[in-house]
């Protein structure tokens, strides 16, 4: 600690870095594993044999170009929503509404796709894309609002908003936005989005959208706010201390409505992509928890935005493989979603369990009163 | 003690301690005997809480064995320490306040009538506990409303009843008033006359000269020596401690005052249980003159303080920094008016200890050039700045980039005043800028002040240390329950009307005491 090598020369520092970041994915992977051990034995319990079954997740993840594409489009959403609460835990607000944020940008973002415009494909995706971004902004900002002003608490703001997000979108698939009310077989979703606002697909033999250029750009633009604006400094600072940015003449409760803004935007981006570039309708119950999933990615992946990219490709293939499991293997789609949680599980204990202060940070968002405290 | 070379009641041979590179303990020597006060003195740094941590199994020592009562043995955990008839006292107690004296007592410990809680033996042991060693206590009585000195007490007895027979008391004056520490050194004498012994970890020369029978110093991990109190003195100890001739004597140039930058009228507060914590409160800075507030510990200063950063709500009077009405700004608007606040907790408010040590610097100027344009961070900048920064301060670090959780309280500190010296204060606030600082680092402190002073920036000194209000000041103004009880000259002969103010006598009718 006092005194260390002052100068190391760059293979040594390379080196140590990539060891580094050998030594960080270790604990998760072998999450992934023991979690994998796990679901052999529970499939084995129920009469499935797990080596077919794991065959068929191993195809689903590198079977072929065809299924890469798939985990990367998997992986998109994840990535967006992950970037987005990867800012605001850096702001020390624990946001849980990830999937919330995800139906109302979606529902934004869906009602701008399905109008018939006549605008460029360009632009319509822009504006599309943006729709989304203000609505989950918005729906994340106000649950920001209320903790950094009023000391409410955003784990339970953030999960009560998630259900209104979701009954609200359920309340427009079946009501004002429904495809063909009046016909014998309507279901409760929306008419497909306009061809001019449909994200392109970018890999020949493949279903990769465009929104893995978008996710790109997100992590590159939420690392520069992150570690090169003064806002990001902020964010960090009150995050860190929230008494001390104060202190330091900070508006703490601006830094933490525009960190949950954006964080909120994200997911908002992540909801609309998926239509716009997946489902091209919305439908009630559209989002298999990828705004849960993002958390264990923002965790997983330090907060730091190519620790997410890492994190959400690797769910991203969990998922992918699980799809597959069920499809060709015949395992049970309960004992999927099981196996898929009891991994997710496990791989976020592996990484807050090694890493100290994510420890410690978790402890102190857990507990209210002492939250309380730290604010007066 | 008495001269006979009787086993010594604990003996540390060769403690080595390892953390990374650091040495924090280094081939140590200790001895303590049965009815000994064995004072370890240091440096914050030093090794001396490694050491103690060690004696009551918190940490494994690397090398070096631990004789209890002649017999090597070794120490697992506090709780095998306290097997082993080891108490310690933390600077920071851990009692719980909703509980009763007698409830703290017995936590954690099997009660006779397993599993029914029986507090009346237990209260009745601690009564005669507390009878033999003669610390009156009421075991009835709620922690949390017991003072400071009465819950010191509640501390002792826990170990006592634990059947301590060697006591280890880390800084344990640090939270007490003048008045209080007098009466717990007696408490500490009427322990040993019992045949215990006990362990006390201090920085502060006179009160180890005024207790101890003999006096260890430590310094950088290192044992220096072990003297008798009979060959100790202040300066030689001083000496000892860091290596060097220390000057205990500051050089206080005449007053030059100017203009009024701080004029503060009536001003009154509540706290957030309603009690009245500013009562009235009127006085004046001006540019180049110190004004030390001084008082026990808990009388208002805080919240004074804080209400003079903006950090702390008035409900009535006004706050003028410079002319400009300030009262109940945020603390942005005092920041832009050149109040700079050095306060008491460094580690939760004070810095941001996840932060490194470039990033602490600019904690109040992240928006503005040259550490920002546009909203964005001028990294090279801010370096250059922190290297700079680190070197005019003699902040012992690597580089910038260490986070300053890893610094000791004394770089702490000059971290958090240079970033307020550097943001060129009209006004700055210090509020016990010297607590827990080795020496060292309160004479550089203190020198830092009455640079600042010569610069012609109006300085309010919040701090229990008298002699350091009296080294500083040019006026001191004595808080007793929220309230100014009178201001005096800053000169060594206005001791005793300070004391008496302290204690709630208000100057003008203290008719008796003339200076």
Known sequence: MMQENPKKSWPVKILQWLAGGVDALLAPLAAVLVGLGIGAA????????PMKAYEALWMGVAGGKYQVGIVLVKAIPLILTGLGLSLAFRCGVFNIGGEGQ??????????????EWGLPQTAHITLALLAGFLAGGLWAAFAGYLRARFQINEIISTILLNYIAIYLVSYFTHGPMRDNPNAAASLPHTPEVALSSRLPLVWQGTRLHAGIFVALLAAAVIYFIIFHTSFGYKARAVGFSAPAARYAGMRVVWVVVLAMFISGGLAGIAGTAEILGVQRRLRDLFSPG??????????????????????????????????????????????????????????????????????????????PAEEAAAHE | MGGERSVPLLELKHITKVFGDLKANDQIDLDVQRGEIHALLGENGAGKTTLMNILYGLYHPDGGEIFLRGELTKIHSPRDAIRQHIGMIHQHFMLVPTFSVVENVVLGLPVEREPLLD????????????????????PNALVGSLPVGVQQRVEILKALYRGADLLVLDEPTAVLSPLEVESFFQVLRQLVQQGLSIIFISHKLDEVLHISDRITVLRRGKKVGTLPRSEATNRKLAEMMVGREVFLDLQRPPLQAGDVVLDVQQLSSKSENGIQSLKVIQFTVQAGEVLGIAGVDGNGQQQLAEALAG???????????????????????????GVCYVLADRQTTGLVLDFNVDENLILKRCDRQPFARRGVLNLGGIREYGQKVIHEYDIRVEDGRTPVRQLSGGNQQKVILAREIEDGPKLLILMHPTRGLDIGATEYVRQRVLEQRARGVAVLLVSTELDEILALSDRVAVM?????????????DQLERISHMMLGESLETMTGINP
């Open chain 1, 42 to 49: 529970l499939m084995q319990l129920i009469g499935v044999n």
């Open chain 1, 102 to 115: 995800i139906y109302i940008g979606a529902l934004a973002g869906t009602w701008v796709g399905i109008q």
């Open chain 1, 290 to 367: 990828t705004g849960y999933t993002a958390i264990a990615i923002a965790l997983v992946g330090g907060n730091h935005p190519i620790g997410v990219i890492l994190a959400g490709i690797l769910f991203g293939a969990l998922e992918a493989g699980a799809n597959n499991m069920e499809a060709l293997a015949g395992v049970p789609s309960t004992i999927v979603s099981v196996i898929q949680a009891v991994v997710i599980f496990l791989v976020a204990v592996s990484v807050v369990w090694r890493n100290r202060s994510l420890r410690r940070w978790l402890a102190s968002r857990l507990r």
């Open chain 2, 119 to 138: 507090l009346r033996t237990a209260a009745r042991r601690l009564s005669e506990l507390s009878a033999q060693y003669g610390l009156q206590i009421d």
């Open chain 2, 311 to 337: 950090l702390h709500h008035t409900v009535g009077g006004s706050i003028c920094v410079q002319g400009v009405d300030l009262t109940n700004r945020p603390p942005e608007d005092f920041i832009r008016r």
């Open chain 2, 480 to 492: 007793f329950r929220g309230e100014i009880m009178g201001i005096v000259p800053g000169n060594a």
